[in-house]
């Protein structure tokens, strides 16, 4: 839950005012009411002086801060500064734009400036804005240099400038910067706010190194301008005249009581601060809470419950940072700290004060200066470093140790990677620069302080305390450090009145060192208040609870006396005080007036104290019963006689103690008038006076018997305590000087148990989280010791090991796990010993399941191996997966290695990020050449730049498309490639790489070609058969008699060229042959070849397709005539068919194949029906062949015999 503060507003009706209705006109109407008085010039002493508003901005909406300046840019003595972490706020036109009409009054400054009233100071941006003596000085940041510290930098310039008249505003969330602004603010009695805002959630308001902690309001914007407004109206600065109330004569007074109220209300006492300062502290509460006099400022101190606290907290405003004034903690590392380490040994302490050391930057800072001295030194002391404030806020910042980021600018990078770590944007100390640092809530003035000390670090305190107040101070200093030992003070403190006690090391740096002779100043400790004067102090319980047990016997023994009496009694002690009394002797107490008491002879009558005494000596010394009678009791108008018994008890069960009774032997009588003497006889007379004198005496003897006793006993006690005295007198100066050092000691233990008690929260915690860890994690962990017994486990360890709470202490041997490991234990022992992390897989042999075993050693906080720590992590999905996914990488690294393509990824543009191992093989460009834009230099100059035009024109199309050459290493040549490449998008659609293939397209280019040849070889044969076609139609109806006979003739030689056609569509992989080219025609016309009457014969000859069509027409017609009229056509025909290929000359390269085709047996009659047939297979082989092939052909036919040889040149039929 985030905690405003806010305190009321205190204004009146006329005051309450409305950010853009009229907080503008307010403000302006209260600057100007001062001058509107008066119709002449006005006075410039009496005009309004000039405010300063520091407005610091950051992760802001920019509508909010044109919101704010909208609403006091009326104000006619009100300069505004805009300190701005934002890119988008530092835009000089954004922000004109926003302001609207206000725009006229911004202003970007220029070093020199001096402010002016009414205007928006708008610096820079990487700029570092700060005021001297009302001029502005800019200095441009470097490169190096960070902006934090931006707000910071100025708001403390300007309070240093401004005698008070600063207003300091955080709008925003900041990471610290800020915080030591705000505190120089208050300081200087300006006003510090910080505007309620979203932004404040989730941010510790309470941490003092929040600015919003200590500053003096946290409102809502809307009411920001009206409280700035009221603030400048109720004005008084430091240096002006006080306000009404705070100059009359009974101010001491009045701050007397304010400061008694924090006494009551906060436990500490600000009687000894410097007058000056706590005067500054109430008028600037004064004016935060709009009252004007000191008197109306006690009523909120009374009425309001947290007022006391908002002052307290503002005395205790605390400007720290790390090494703070660097010239002097350079000398305390140089000059200083290596002589506290002379003479030092490991088991020895180097001890240390910080005093007043708020967020425990000081502390921190002397922590990281001994460190790293003892790192030099090669037997180093334990460094203890005490760090005490009255603010316990600022203390738990101290602890935490966590810093903002603006530390940067404070601490050295090298000493940032090693006294830090980085956590988000925070910075945290060490646990090692944590663990020398002890912090306590101590004060100076009350508490006692720390002794045996090497140095004490009291910067910047002791201005804050009045000239009585340093006195005391000062002295208890000396008495905490050890003889040499040093002190460490502020700028503006000093030690001269104290010459006696120390010496400067160095004055300039406020270094002084103890002197070790004896001086006549003596260190005033605090102590506890004494109990006030009459008051009994309880004894302590044990002392009760002994009193208690002897009161009880002593009370029994007592009852047993008086029961034989039974008259009033009391029991006394040993002391004579009373253990208990009677019903009835109330009637002989008389209680004196003082403190109480309850010692009889205090108590008892006083007519019978003497005699009691009396008695009670006699009995204390013979141990035996005295009897006292007749003592007269006199009390008011009446008297009686009582007779006293003293009794000592005698039970041996019960301490020594006295039992005194009171018997009343006459009865009350009223005092009557002497009776005249005359009128007595004499000799009643004289028994009178002689009884008298009688008891007079016995009274008088006992007195000086006992006198005498008492006497003696008293001079031999007297030489006793004279002895005694001295031996006292020396003891006591002993015990003053042990009570002082027991008073630092108890101090210092105090200190220490609010440290362990700290720690023990702390571990408390830390334990209750491990705890909700154990429980809530997923993951089987088991904690061993070195002897392999177990210590700790997770619930999710059952699945594995059958692990109950009655298990703990046993050996993990006796466990028998659900898991195969054997080697459990060796493995242990092995990580124990070796301090190496170790891991297994091992296998559920029932559920299949499987889990990775991670040992590791377990370390202590003190870094010591105390055992090991077994996790199991159940990995069968991952197993699984993992196996898939290698199957998946194998298949699609065989696909990588297979696929011919060049694969690559790359970024927008073609800035190629990585490459396949084909490309590299392909291209002879490695991959580390070819990344951004190297890939290019492989692409044929010719077509580079078309290329990135593509790629240009992809990051708007989405798709890459382009067709180029790439350089082949093997061939050392270019050839064709198409490169595709499409974009790899996120969830939100952008581009986050490109990937992509390059396909070598060469040979499809050839094959493109290739068809484009074909196709038109297609077409050049198509015309060429229907050409042939329309001749065999033309012969056909030339040697047909009848349509009948024409179709006959015509489909018979259609079906042969369809033959031809289908052979010759074969592959070119399959040649065409005369042998299969003769078989097709056989086999067509049921003439399959066989020995008896068909014989084919000859060598494989290839054809070329163009010359097969005629031929195997030619053949057609043959063997069509041969099985219509030849030797087919009769039972006894014979038909033989031979070819061979013939050489020319001597040359024996075959040259021409001759073909012979024989037919024997032909039928007369048939003979004269081929004759009258014939015609058109024999025009074919006469004239068709020689014409189309250069044939020699011979036809010849006889009775029973046709001959036809057909010779060919084998360059017309394979060319």
């Known amino acids: 839950m985030r905690v405003v503060r806010d305190s009321r507003d ?108 009414g205007r928006f100071y708008l610096p820079p941006s990487d700029t570092l804005v700060t005021l001297e003596e009302g001029r502005l000085r800019l200095r441009t940041l470097l490169d190096d240099e960070s902006d934090h510290g931006l707000i910071d930098s100025f708001f403390v310039s300007m309070a240093h400038d401004q005698d008070g008249n600063v207003i300091g505003l955080i709008m925003g969330r900041f990471d610290g910067d800020g915080t030591l602004g705000t505190a120089a603010i208050k300081e200087c009695g300006g006003l510090a706010l910080v505007v309620d805002d979203a932004l404040l959630q989730g941010l510790d308001l309470r941490s003092a190194s929040n600015p919003a902690a200590i500053t003096d309001d946290i409102l809502p914007l809307p009411r920001v301008a009206a409280r700035i407004a009221a603030h400048m109206q109720r004005h008084h600065g430091f240096g002006h005249p006080a306000p009404v109330g705070v100059r009359n004569g009974s101010e001491n007074d009045k701050l007397s009581q304010v400061a008694g109220i924090l006494r009551n209300t906060t436990g500490h006492d600000f009687h000894g601060y410097k007058r000056a300062t706590f005067l500054r502290r109430v008028q600037r509460r004064m004016q935060v809470v709009q009252v004007e006099t000191l008197e109306q400022y006690l009523e909120v101190l009374r009425n309001r419950f947290d007022e006391p606290l908002q002052l307290f907290n503002d005395l205790l405003i605390g400007v720290t940072q790390f090494f703070r004034d660097r010239r002097e903690f350079e000398f305390l590392e140089q000059q200083v700290i290596p002589r506290l380490f002379q003479g030092k040994h490991v088991g020895d302490s180097l001890r240390v004060w910080v005093l007043g050391c708020s967020t425990g930057e000081e502390a921190y800072s002397l922590a990281m200066l001994l460190r790293e001295h003892a790192d030099t030194v090669d037997a180093a002391p334990r460094i203890q470093i005490f760090a005490s404030d009255i603010d316990g806020r600022a203390l738990a910042t101290a602890r935490v140790g966590r810093y903002a980021s603006s530390i940067v600018g404070e601490v050295s990078p090298k000493r940032l990677r090693r006294w830090f770590v980085k956590e988000g944007d925070t910075y945290v100390v060490s646990k090692e620069l944590r663990e020398l640092c002890v912090f306590s809530q101590h004060s100076i003035v009350k508490d006692p302080p720390f002794s045996r000390l090497d140095l004490v670090s009291c910067r910047n305190l002791l201005i804050y305390l009045d000239a009585e107040l340093q006195n005391r101070v000062i002295p208890i200093f000396h008495f905490a450090l050890k003889p040499g030992g040093y002190l460490f003070l502020g700028n503006a403190e000093n030690v001269s009145r104290h010459a006696q006690l120390f010496s400067p090391v160095e004055r300039s740096f406020r270094v002084f060192q103890r002197i070790d002779a004896d001086s006549r100043v003596h260190a005033t400790f605090p102590s506890l208040p004494l109990a006030p004067a009459g008051c009994v102090p309880a004894p302590p319980q044990r002392q009760r609870q002994r009193q208690r047990t002897s009161s009880n016997a002593l009370v029994r023994a007592g009852e047993r006396i008086a029961d034989r009496y039974a008259p009033a009694y009391a029991v006394l002690d040993e002391h004579f005080d009373v253990l208990h009394f009677s019903s009835q002797a109330g009637r002989f107490i008389r209680p004196g007036s003082g403190a109480p008491t309850l010692n009889l002879l205090n108590l008892i009558h006083r007519d019978l104290r003497l005699d009691l005494r009396s008695a009670l000596s006699r009995a204390e010394v013979d141990k035996s019963p005295v009897h006292v009678k007749g003592i007269q009791v006199h009390e008011d108008a009446s008297s009686w006689a009582v007779d006293l018994f003293v009794e000592p008890t005698s039970d041996s069960e019960a301490p020594r103690g ?286 580079r730049e078309l290329t990135m035009k593509a790629w240009q024109e992809s990051t708007s199309n989405g798709e890459l498309d382009v067709e180029h050459r790439l350089f082949n290493a093997a061939e050392h040549g270019y050839r064709w490639f198409h490169t595709r490449g499409a974009p790899v998008r996120d969830e939100r659609g952008q581009v986050l790489e490109w990937l992509g293939t390059s396909t070598e397209s060469d040979n499809l280019r050839r094959l493109q070609e290739e068809q484009r040849v074909l196709v038109s070889e297609l077409q050049h044969r198509t015309r060429n058969l229907i050409t042939v076609v329309q001749s065999v139609a033309k012969q056909t109806v030339q040697t047909s008699q009848n349509m009948p006979e024409f179709a006959g003739k015509f489909e018979d030689r259609l079906s042969a060229l369809s033959r031809v056609q289908g052979l010759l569509s074969q592959s070119d992989n399959i040649p065409t042959t005369i042998g299969a080219l003769l078989r097709m025609e056989l086999d067509a016309l049921g003439a399959t070849p066989d020995q008896q009457r068909i014989m084919v014969e000859g060598p494989d000859v290839a054809l070329r397709k163009s010359a097969v069509q005629t031929l195997a027409l030619a053949l057609h017609e043959l063997a069509t005539n041969a099985l219509k009229h030849g030797a087919l056509a009769v039972d006894t025909g014979t038909l033989s068919i031979r070819w061979n290929v013939e050489s020319s000359g001597d040359t024996p390269v075959p040259v021409r194949l001759v073909l012979l085709w024989i037919e024997e047996g032909v039928n007369q009659k048939l003979r004269n029906d081929r004759d009258n047939a014939g015609g058109f297979g024999r025009r074919l082989i006469e004239k068709a062949l020689p014409y189309s092939h250069d044939a020699q052909t011979r036809y010849e036919l006889s009775d029973t015999r046709l001959e036809c040889e057909i010779q060919l040149p084998l360059n017309s039929l394979q060319g």
């Not at 307010?26 to 001058?35: G, H, K, Q, R, Y």
């Open 658 to 943: 006295y039992v005194v009774l009171f018997q009343e032997v006459e009865a009350r009588e009223p005092v009557e008038l002497p009776v005249p003497r005359e009128s007595i006889p004499d000799n009643e007379h004289v028994q009178v006076l002689e009884n008298e004198l009688r008891i007079t005496r016995e009274r008088l003897q006992s007195m000086i018997e006992e006198l005498e006793s008492t006497n003696e006993e008293l001079k031999s006690s007297n030489e006793e305590y004279q002895s005694l005295n001295e031996e006292l007198q020396s003891a006591n100066e002993e015990l003053e000087t042990s009570k002082e050092e027991l008073q630092s000691v108890n101090e210092e233990v105090t200190t220490v148990n609010g440290e362990l008690a700290h720690r023990v929260q702390e571990l408390a915690h830390a334990n209750s989280d491990l705890k909700n860890l154990l429980e809530s994690t997923q993951i089987a962990t088991v904690f061993l010791d070195n002897e392999l017994r177990v210590t700790n486990f997770t619930p999710a360890v059952t699945d594995i090991l059958p692990l109950v709470e009655s298990d703990i202490r046993r050996p993990i041997s006796d466990i028998k796990m659900h898991v195969d490991y054997d080697e459990l234990q060796d493995d242990v022992r092995r990580v124990i010993r070796t301090l190496a992390v170790l891991d297994r897989e091992v296998e559920n042999p029932g559920t299949h399941a499987r889990y990775m075993v991670r040992m590791l050693p377990y370390r202590t906080v003190d870094n010591f191996i105390g055992g090991a720590v077994l996790t199991f992590m159940d990995v069968t999905p991952l197993t699984r997966a993992e196996q898939a996914l290698r199957s998946s990488e194998q298949r699609l690294r065989t696909l990588m290695e297979g696929i011919p393509q060049l694969v690559w990824r790359s970024l927008d543009g073609g800035r190629w990020t990585w490459s396949s191992p084909q490309w590299s093989s392909y291209t002879g460009w490695s991959d580390a050449e070819s990344l951004e834009l190297g890939w290019l230099q492989a692409v044929h100059p010719d077509e």
């Open 10 to 117: 205190g204004l009146g009706d006329d005051h309450r005012l409305r950010l853009k209705s009229g907080a503008a006109d307010v403000i302006a109407a209260m600057t100007d009411d001062e001058s509107s008085h008066d119709d002449t010039a006005p006075d410039p002493t009496t005009h309004s002086p000039l405010f300063i508003l520091g407005v610091g901005a950051a992760g802001l909406d920019a509508t909010r801060l044109a919101e704010l300046l909208d609403a006091v840019a009326g104000a006619s003595n009100l300069a505004i500064m805009l300190l701005l972490r934002d890119r988008q706020l530092l835009d000089e036109q954004c922000l004109r734009e926003l302001l609207g009409k206000q725009a006229t009054l911004l202003v970007v400054p220029k070093d020199g400036d001096r402010l002016q009233p």
